[in-house]
Every structure is written in C-alpha cells, then in structure tokens.
C-alpha cells in the first residue's frame, strides 16, 4: 500500500494545550487530507491540501490548522485541545489526478482528558 | 451535499457465505471508491469504481452511476473479512469524498 506514515500513534493531552499531529507520504501524492473518525459519526474531513501551501477547510474545521510546507508532509494542529477534539485522526493521501485511489494511513489515536 | 447511505448497518454471516453491501448516493458522482477498515482500524482501499465493473479475487464491485448507487461483493467470506466496509463518493469540481456511515461485516468461523 501507500507509504503514509502518521506520527505520533498513540497521544494523551490536557484541554488547553497545543497538539501537533504529523503525516508523512513517500509517493509524491499532490492531494494529502486529514480525517477523523467517531461512532455514530463515520468518516469527516477536518482539512485538505492540493499542493504545497495550498490547503482548504473541510466540514469539521473549528479547532484546527494545517500546515504543508514540503509535498511529503501534512500537518495537523488543534491550537487549544478540548474534550470534544478526542478521536482517531487519519491521514490520507492521493496522487496527482482526483480520480486516483485514496490511500490512509494507519491513524492517530487522540485522547484530550 | 450529497448524501450517502449504506445498507446494511449490520451483517452476520458464516464463513463461506456470500454477501451484497450497497452504497445509494443522492447525487451524479465522478468518483467512488470502497474501502475496508479492519479490526485493527486500518482502513484499505478496494476499488476505485466511479462507473463499471471491476474484480479483485473473492470481491468485485459494480456502480450504477445513472441510477446512484454501488454494489460491493463479497464471496466465499471469510474471516478475515469481517470489519467495517466504506463507500465514499466525490462529485464533479469536488477535492474531497464524502463518506457513507459504513457497513459492519462480521464473519463467524
């Protein structure tokens, strides 16, 4: 499969601190994402990048930032973590055209306590 | 936005057994795609599949874009089957999927 690598995979944070979630793709894919997964809630996209520096909102914003500073790499931050923001948070990338298959890495699991 | 509807939530079968998970769509859709996610929470691509048929040992999917919506097969089940499949669809102009709620697959031996 697709070589996404999410970092840190396990994480417990305090409401209130900084959080920085870290993506890692080794296959030169333009479209990277950031999804997060709750029950009874599926699959929401959070934020996505087109390419380097360009990044758009997705449904589920508020709270969040991304950063794409190299093509390789797609950075999620929750500025002030809440309890609400606990999830399991997943990255995802695809290649250079939107009819490519869409490839996830294996998750980041968050707790805010 | 477009809305997508899996059924079933929910689906017990013996090992061997065969299985049809559908994914309704309320939209004209340019991308669909259908994925698996593990016990383990690892979520894999099966098929991108906006229009046709296509094949991939036991599983094979077909989507019906003018009449919304796609059939994901699964035959011989086994096992290592069971999880929770996912489709997602785009639509034309859109850089994002949308996901359905997920069907949950469990396979008992």
């Known amino acids: 499969d697709a070589g996404i690598t999410q970092s840190p995979r396990h994480k417990v944070t305090e409401t209130g601190t900084p959080v920085t979630l870290r993506c890692h793709q080794t296959?030169?894919?333009?479209?990277m994402y950031w999804y997060r997964q709750d029950p009874g809630h599926g699959l929401r996209l959070i934020h996505y990048?087109?390419?380097?520096?360009?990044?758009d909102k997705g449904e589920v914003s508020d709270g969040y930032s991304v950063s794409r500073s190299k093509t390789e790499d797609f950075l999620l931050t929750l500025e002030s973590a809440t309890s609400s923001q606990t999830s399991v948070y997943f990255c995802?990338?695809?290649?250079?055209?939107?009819?490519?298959?869409?490839?996830f890495g294996n998750g980041t699991r968050l707790t805010v306590t | 936005g477009i809305q997508v509807e899996q059924s079933p939530p929910d689906l017990i079968l013996q090992e061997g057994a065969n299985s049809t998970l559908r994914c309704n769509f309320s939209?004209?859709?340019?991308?669909l795609q259908w994925f698996h996610q593990n016990p383990w929470g690892q979520l894999i691509n099966l098929f991108y599949?906006?229009?046709g048929t296509k094949q991939n040992g036991r599983l094979s999917a077909t989507t019906v874009a003018t009449e919304r919506y796609s059939l994901l097969y699964i035959s011989s089940s086994q096992t290592t089957d069971s999880g929770v499949y996912f489709c997602?669809?785009?639509?034309?102009?859109?850089?994002?999927?949308?996901f359905g709620q997920g069907t949950r697959l469990t396979i008992n031996p």
């Open positions: 995802a990338s695809q290649g250079q055209g939107l009819g490519s298959p869409l490839h």
């Open positions: 296959e030169n894919h333009r479209y």
């Open positions: 990048s087109y390419g380097v520096k360009d990044t």
């Open positions: 939209d004209s859709v340019n991308n």
């Open positions: 599949i906006p229009s």
């Open positions: 997602a669809v785009g639509i034309q102009g859109a850089q994002k999927l949308v």
